[in-house]
Each structure stands twice: as structure tokens, then as C-alpha cells.
């Protein structure tokens, strides 16, 4: 899919937070022209193939009636709203859950794991068909939890009993892919900036910090922006960022949103390295997407639109990026290569990479007019499969 859209939107969109406390008036949720339509083609028009809204985020609050917790929207269905409204226009639709929630008082207890998992069923069986399931590695830590305002922590490796959660997820949504820093499906990049590491493998050997059993919220961060080279997990990257300093709308950021220019360079940075970019762009108190944003990503997706519209690669024609992809089926079998062109009689080597996988991207220094162009594989595990091998202009 390589973009899809992060919508960030619960109570502390109203109480100008990053991270509520739990101990919000679920009344302070009101959003006073909220179009979910309207922020939808916004994202469409932005090159987005999906979108995952933060269904409940750290503070608990949901965004459907569930029947867990009195801590949810009061009027209406955002996720209904969401959900129809993505696959009214073509996009597919996932879920974000907190498995940290700093509102209920369950909070730490067995009891909450069931609390959680009873949520989760809700959005997998009443919001049609999911793409993918998000799970935050933010884990215990200081809240409101019910009234007792404490601290609890939780031991991360076995406390959510992750792999009987994600059974149930297997099980509602067979279809759907799994997102945390350990997978199972899609690994976390290891950062929040939006890009992936020069080389990046899709395969990945989850490791804890002490060596031991990885899991969410508990991993070795330095590795993922890279994965692991012949890994035991199919796991790719996913590249979550957003276009505002913040992931809630603030007013004070309204002058603060990435540029198309500079969301085109992420793109780059995450798409061209075979990993996903996960956009966040969060509604503000009107429940919509403020002018700023939707024009940035307007301008980027025409960006991306224009510049990949026509491959190049046939013609006597200038030049400034080139794409390659595997065929990723077979799995992931370039280890090096090296692209050159030709212009008279002389061959020039004008880039060198590592990876490709789903997709690589390489972005010339300088523009390049050649008569051919060509790539070198220099290293492989196994025979190359190249699926797609083509030169653009940037748009």
C-alpha cells in the first residue's frame, strides 16, 4: 500500500494535550462540525490507501459506544463515521487501541486484559472489514486509573498475554496485518521522524534490550530501522509521523505543518527504502482537517502523482530518480547493486545501494540525460527478481 494516514483525534484534541491523564470529562469531546467525509478525501487527495484512527488512545477514551466503559463519545460514532466514510471513497480502514489505558481502574489487573480484548472485539466485528491493527509499545505509567491516581507498571513480556490477543485477532480478521515493534506482522521503524534506515531489510529478528524475548514496548530499537538480514520474521517497516510537531492538533502548530516538499522527501526516505509511511494528520476541535494540512497534502500527493506518472526508462530522456522493486513474493534477494548510465560510449556508475525489496528509491544529486541506463546487481542471497526498474523526473 506504502501510504496510509494516522488520524489522532480523542479528548486531548480539546484540552490541548499530547497525552490525557484518563480523568477527562468524556463531554469535552465535542467537535462542532465534524465531516468524516471531508477529512477523508483531504487524505485521498494526498495519495493515501488507508487510514487508522485512534479508536482509544493512552487516556482511554473511545470513540464508539462501547459497552466496556462509561469513558466514550457521548453522541455519535466517530469510528462508524470513519470507517464508512474510508471505503465510501476507496480506502481501507484500520484500528489503533491503546493497550495502556490511564483511565480505567482495571488498569494492571487480569481483569483489564479482558476488559481490552472485549474492546478489540467490538471494533473487529462491528466496523466491517479491517486492514490493519495497531498496537502502542506505551506501557503503565502515572494515571487516573478509576480515581486512585498511582502509578502502575506491568511487566511488558507477559502481563497482555499478546499472542492469544492476536489469535483473536487472526481468528475476526484474518485479513488484517498486526503493527507493533515486534510484529507479528509490521514492525515498528524506531522512530517517530518518518523514515527508514539507508539500508533496510524486511526480515527482522525481534530482540529485547537484555537479549532476551522481545516484546511491544520492550525491543532493541536500534535494530529496526534496519531489520535483520536473512531474518527468521517476514516483518516489515512502518514509518509513522506526523505532518505537525505534535501528534494533536494544537492551534500553535497551525504555521508548523510539513511542507509537500518536505513530505515528498519522507516519502523517499520511507516508501523508497520498502518501508510504509504512516501520515498521521490529526482533526482539530471542528472535527476537521485545518486548511494548512489539507493543502500540504494536496501538494504532496500531486508531487508524487507527477513525478512517478511516466517511466522514463525507454527514452533518450533526463532524469533525477529511479525505482526499483523485487518481487517480493519469492522473498527478498539483493544484497547490493549499483546503477550506471551510459552517454557516447562510456559507462558511469552514478549511485550504490544495499537493499530493494518492495520498493527502492534513489534520488540523483544532479539531473542525468543518458542514452541508457542500466542496473548491476553486485551481491545476492539467490537468483534477482526484479519486478519494476524505471527512471522518473521529480515533478
Known sequence: MEMNAFLHFTVNTFTDKEWGYGDEDPAVFNPTAFDADAIVAALKAGGMRG????????????????????????????????????????????????????????????????????????????????????????????????????????????????????????????DAVIFSDVGPDIRWVGNEKGYAGETCWETYDPVAPDGGPAAPGFVREQDLETGTRSGTHWMPAECDVSIRPGWLWHEKENARVKTPRQLLDLHYRSVGRGANLLLNVPPDRRGLLHENDVASLKGFGELVRKTFATNLGRNNVTFNVVRVREDIRMGQRVDAFELDYRTGGEWKTFAKATSIGACRIIRTKEDITAQEVRLRVTQSSAPPLISEFGTYREG
Open 51 to 174: 487510514v487508522i484512527l485512534t479508536c482509544k488512545h493512552h487516556d482511554g477514551f473511545c470513540l464508539w459506544p462501547t459497552a466496556t466503559t462509561k469513558h466514550h463519545v457521548q453522541q455519535g460514532d466517530i469510528v462508524r463515521a470513519i470507517s464508512d466514510a474510508a471505503r465510501r471513497q476507496g480506502l481501507k480502514f484500520g484500528v489503533y487501541l491503546s493497550p495502556w489505558d490511564r483511565n480505567s481502574a482495571l488498569y494492571g489487573k487480569p481483569e483489564y486484559v479482558d476488559l481490552y480484548r472485549a474492546q478489540l472485539r467490538e471494533l473487529l466485528t462491528q466496523y466491517g472489514p479491517i486492514f490493519e491493527v495497531w498496537h502502542d509499545g506505551a506501557n503503565g505509567g502515572d494515571g487516573f486509573y478509576g480515581g486512585a491516581r498511582e502509578n502502575r507498571l506491568i511487566d511488558k513480556r507477559t502481563y497482555y498475554d499478546w499472542p492469544t490477543t492476536w489469535n483473536l485477532v487472526r481468528k475476526l480478521q484474518p
